[in-house]
């Protein structure tokens, strides 16, 4: 078994043994929904109007919030020092850490995510193009966060450096995202939308690894 | 031509070089700013004709354009200098990339403040959310990130290889701002200057614009070189010349 499948398997297995790992960013999710109605108004019609966007919004938080564990461990513990010195391509290792975390984070959200918009009344033709929309853009949401969790990786307290440096380069993708699903309910097209959310994830899928790697390696230094 | 490029960019290696250098170039920046952002800035606010429809309100575009271009060329050159230093670890290159960070923030953060006072008479309100100004408030962001990010690690020289390649992820994001206009074409009135076609802006009004847009990069020139010369200071501080530059009299 080569080193990246026992990597993926093992962090698998981790998070399983772990449900708090998977189930954790799942119920912040629920909580942020759950503060809109309560803030803003619960009238039906506001509601599913805004549902889109709030749905996306939570959705980015969550993944924001399980991303500081992302390479901390590795980090602190030496398995990153034995990585790099195996010889294998940080390269495949960022790619493998990413696949897990969106496992854990980005594919429970997409799946759950259609139920909770029914709190949030969501027009009813726009529930494929928000598990669309989430399937493709989650894992960018990862990608670019698994750049700012190896960067900030040795910074103590680096859970709010992590957000200050990543939430900008999430807008992009929220403002597709969201609008995927902004349009799908008012009956329009949103081909558009989800193809710009697959072509940004061709782009991260090859270049943020290259990015992850590089940050990593800093933290050999230290 | 190639090998006197190289030349200067070996030579751009050593602090101590740039440091001589640059008191001699500084004057050659500093002056023609301040003549071009005068006369720009004169011709501009006081005899350049109003606009027929939005009157004297449009001048703050002498401000407003230049500063804009100017906060996203600066983010790609502080990219680059962060790529310089990631591929070939030198030190200058860092010290600019993080020179240049405040000042292009300062002028993405000059930018859309004009762009708020320009918008209340023009477009009723300080602020819309429309794409080429989230876009801009989105390049201010990502220079508060690669900021923070450069003061961030244990290690100056970890902050600044964060930071750089922060930079380069981002830079990404610049082909986006640039083309916001035309992709979702909201409220910001497209692009007057082009490059390749003929510029829609009336030829009185446009002739101070692009003066300001050179003295605005000269301005920029000259303050990465007083940061710069700084930063060299501040990094060398422990070696001999700066030492002998700051107490001649202590010499042995």
């Known amino acids: 078994m080569s080193l990246v499948t026992a990597t993926i398997k093992r962090d ?43 749905v996306w919004v939570a959705a980015l938080l969550a993944t924001l919030l399980s991303l500081d564990a992302l390479f901390k461990a590795d980090v ?34 997409t799946l759950v995510a259609p139920l909770l918009a029914l709190m949030m009344n969501l027009p009813e033709n726009a529930y494929s193009a928000l598990f669309f929309s989430l399937l493709l853009g989650t894992p960018i949401l990862s990608l670019l966060g698994a750049v700012g969790a190896a960067l900030t990786a040795g910074v103590r307290s680096g859970g709010l450096l992590l957000s200050l440096v990543i939430l900008p380069l999430y807008i992009p993708i929220l403002i597709f995202g969201a609008s995927a699903v902004y349009h799908a309910g008012i009956g329009m097209e949103y081909a558009g939308q989800l193809g710009f959310l697959g072509s940004f994830l061709c782009i991260s899928l090859t270049l943020t690894p290259f990015a992850v790697a590089g940050a990593l390696k800093l933290n050999l230094s230290r | 031509m190639w090998e006197a490029l190289k030349r200067l960019y070996h030579r751009m290696g050593s602090p101590k070089w740039f440091y001589e250098i640059s008191a001699v170039w500084l004057p050659w920046f500093a002056i023609p700013a301040a003549l071009f952002l005068i006369v720009g800035a004169v011709w501009g606010l006081a005899f350049a004709p109003a606009d027929y429809q939005q009157g004297n309100s449009f001048r703050i575009i002498y401000i ?39 000042i292009g923030a300062s002028f993405c953060f000059v930018a859309l403040i004009t762009g708020a006072i320009w918008g209340k008479p023009t477009w009723g309100t300080w602020w819309v959310w429309d794409a080429r100004l989230t876009s801009m408030l989105l390049l201010l962001f990502l220079y508060f990130g690669v900021m923070a990010l450069q003061k961030a690690m244990d290690t100056e020289e970890n902050s ?54 050179v003295g605005f990069y000269l301005l920029f020139a000259t303050l990465i070189f007083m940061r710069t010369r700084n930063h060299v200071l501040w990094h060398e501080r422990k070696k001999n010349w700066v030492k002998k530059l700051i107490q001649p009299e202590a010499e042995k």
Request: charged share 10%; hydrophobic share 60%.
């Open chain 1, 12 to 54: 698998l297995v981790i998070a399983a043994r772990n449900p708090g790992e998977w189930l954790n960013p799942l119920m912040f999710f629920l909580m942020v929904l759950a503060l809109f109605p309560l803030a803003v108004d619960p009238d039906p019609k506001f509601l599913s109007k805004i549902a889109a966007g709030v």
């Open chain 1, 76 to 109: 602190e513990d030496g398995t990153l020092e034995q990585w790099l010195a195996s010889g294998e391509s940080l390269f495949a290792m960022a790619l493998g850490k990413v696949f897990v975390h969106w496992c854990i984070s980005g594919l429970p959200l």
């Open chain 2, 64 to 102: 407003h354009v230049p500063t804009a271009i100017l906060a996203q060329s600066a983010y790609a050159m502080m990219a680059i200098s962060g790529a310089i230093f990631l591929i070939w670890r030198m030190k200058m290159a860092a010290w600019v990339a993080a020179s240049i960070a405040p």
């Open chain 2, 160 to 213: 600044a290889k964060a930071g750089a390649i922060l930079s380069l992820v981002g830079l990404v994001n610049i082909p986006i701002i640039k083309y916001s206009v035309e992709w979702w074409n909201t409220l910001h009135q497209p692009a007057t200057l082009k490059l390749t076609e003929e510029s829609t802006m009336a030829m009185e009004m446009l002739i101070p614009l692009l003066i300001m847009i």
